[in-house]
């Protein structure tokens, strides 16, 4: 099938595929753009007040990702984003400190629906007048583990995404324990989506999580629509320390298989006083290897695509410029 790049409507089913802060930058202005869009968010994260609530209450889902796309989608007022996204600071007795508020808000939602997550969802996108669907990847419990080169096992979200104390190996694969199914919500929004955008977002702890679970993959296969793929703008330390371009689109042909029609690419240069400050984290710009990436994908968009502000992240209008230029004219 020659799936050529769609003149992208208001009306346009889009499907985004992630989680994190690469996640929410692109669905804050995707939302100005489509009637339909669906936010299918990985559902691993264990630190933090997410790791709380389903020590304290026994939730098995965590959903710090959920409320940050939820927010992403907002069209109320600031406030209320900033309400949901409000994390009461630490205190000695520790009862609140560290907690997000719209997490709370979410568990508090859930218990209000009898423990039914996607309801309770619907109800925060109610109070937020979301401009679109946010979609747990699955409804199941699992735990993200990472394979090292020389064969140990690290087990947790939050230990893959902090290295700290520990020796820095590459990644020999990512797996989940146990293997879960994929929400039938989130097959069929891919399956009916006109273009789906997997990332931003980290590729081991944000992306990857989501291919693993039973039915996604497929049910990106099986669609009809562009899959475009938004290639990081810096390497993380820990996941992906030294990666090209190449080597993200390499690792997602892995667990993907070569169905990706697009792939977007920053060329983007940086002050360096902003590269100086990530090189204390061990970050740095991913290389635009662009020869190599169009041997691997049929499409490829290089660009200035990156702000090089006080962060250096994706500058999402310039993204969607980037995919649909004729939002430009």
């Known amino acids: 099938m020659n799936r050529q790049s769609p003149r992208m409507r208001i009306h346009d089913r889009i499907v985004t595929v992630g989680g994190g802060t690469g996640s929410f930058t692109m669905l804050s202005e995707l939302k100005r753009f489509a ?17 709380r609530l389903i020590d304290e209450f026994g939730r098995p889902l965590p959903l710090g990702d959920l409320r940050q796309a939820l927010v992403a989608l907002s069209r109320s007022s600031r406030l209320w984003g900033d309400l949901f996204n409000y994390r009461f600071p630490d205190s000695s007795n520790g009862s609140l400190g560290g907690h997000s508020l719209g997490n ?5 939602l859930q218990d209000l629906n009898e423990g039914d997550l996607l309801e309770a969802l619907e109800d925060a996108g109610e109070i937020l007048n979301t401009a679109g669907n946010v979609i747990p990847v699955t409804l199941d419990h699992s ?27 590459p990644i020999r694969q990512v797996f989940l324990d146990p293997d879960v199914q994929s929400s039938v919500r989130a097959r069929k929004a891919l399956e009916r989506a006109d273009v789906v955008i997997i990332g931003p977002g980290d590729l081991y702890t944000s992306i990857i999580p989501c291919l693993l679970v039973r039915g996604i993959t497929e049910a990106i296969r099986s669609c009809e629509g562009e899959v475009i793929y938004v290639c990081n703008v810096m390497t993380k330390h820990g996941e992906t320390d030294g990666f090209a371009a190449s080597g993200f689109v390499r690792e997602l042909h892995r667990y993907l298989g070569r169905r990706v029609d697009s792939v977007l690419v920053s060329t983007s240069a940086y002050p360096q006083q902003l590269l100086d400050a990530y090189a204390g984290e061990q970050a740095f710009p991913v290389h635009a290897d662009l020869d190599e990436v169009r041997e691997l994908a049929p499409r490829v ?29």
């Open 104 to 108: 709370l808000i979410l568990h508090a």
């Open 301 to 329: 968009i290089a660009g200035h695509f990156s702000t090089t502000e006080r962060l250096i992240r994706h500058d999402a209008e310039r993204v969607i410029l980037g995919i649909w230029p004729e939002h430009g004219e």
């Open 35 to 51: 009637n339909q869009l669906s936010a299918i968010v990985t559902m691993t994260d264990s630190g933090g007040s997410s790791r």
């Open 143 to 169: 735990t993200l583990c990472a394979e090292l080169e020389d064969g140990s096992i690290i087990r947790g979200e939050s230990s893959i995404d902090r290295p700290e104390g520990r020796e820095v190996l």
